[in-house]
């Protein structure tokens, strides 16, 4: 069982910069992925980024180039630098991970959410 608390949302300009974390606690042999997704209002929950057991990394299209994806092991921690932010980014950002749970399956564990809003 994996509890996620995300932290480092806020309020800023179009062009600004926020960096988001997501630190990870609870009873697991091993987290095979830990990411984030945002939901903006009306619209569908999309993957922002995620960091792959390996190192692989998986980004939208819209934030490649300006988003950054990072995952410090030894924490169970994993980090999304945002630069160039745009008013299209306002969305609430949730931190997700996940575990195994038998043949090609996996259990799925969420963050609270965290705002983050960019003004024009």
């Known amino acids: 069982q994996v509890q996620l608390v995300e932290s480092g949302g806020g309020l800023v300009q179009a062009g600004g910069s926020l960096r988001l974390s997501c630190a990870a606690s609870?009873?697991?042999?091993?987290?095979?992925?830990m990411g984030w997704y945002r939901q903006a209002p009306g619209k569908q929950r999309e993957l922002v980024a995620q960091?792959?057991?390996?190192?692989?990394?998986n980004y939208h299209d819209s934030v490649k180039g300006r988003f950054t994806v990072s995952r410090d092991n030894a924490k169970n921690t994993v980090y999304l630098q945002m630069n160039s932010l745009k008013p299209e980014d306002t969305a609430v950002y949730y931190c997700?991970?996940?575990?195994?749970?038998?043949?090609?399956?996996?259990?799925?564990?969420w963050g609270q959410g965290t705002q983050v809003t960019v003004s024009s």
């Open positions: 609870g009873s697991f042999f091993s987290i095979n992925a």
């Open positions: 960091v792959i057991s390996g190192g692989t990394t």
């Open positions: 997700n991970a996940r575990t195994p749970a038998g043949w090609a399956s996996f259990t799925n564990y």
